[in-house]
């Protein structure tokens, strides 16, 4: 069962590449269903299966792949540990 589409309506352009923002379709892990993530240029960038998610206004693409648990989110700062 897909956890996320993309978001063909909301995309940027880096490096030549087209990168779409991510939307849930289900609640995962510590994310809900609606919740906007990252951006990233297709399906194989993030898998579908466990907890992984891509953040904010993070940008995966090319041969990087987000499993597992794994998040990626761009930190500021703001953010404290």
């Not at 309506?9 to 269903?33: C, H, S, V």
């Not at 297709?42 to 995966?60: D, I, M, Q, Y």
């Amino acid at each position: 069962m897909k956890k996320y589409k993309l978001d063909r309506a909301n995309k940027i352009q880096l490096g030549g590449k087209t990168l779409y923002r991510i939307i849930a379709l289900r609640d995962f892990g510590n994310i809900k269903m609606a919740d906007i993530g990252g951006y990233i240029q297709s399906h194989k960038n993030l898998s579908h299966e466990g907890n992984a998610w891509v953040s904010g206004h993070t940008c995966v693409y090319g041969n990087v792949l987000i499993s597992g648990n794994s998040c990626v989110y761009l930190r500021t700062s703001a953010d404290s540990f």
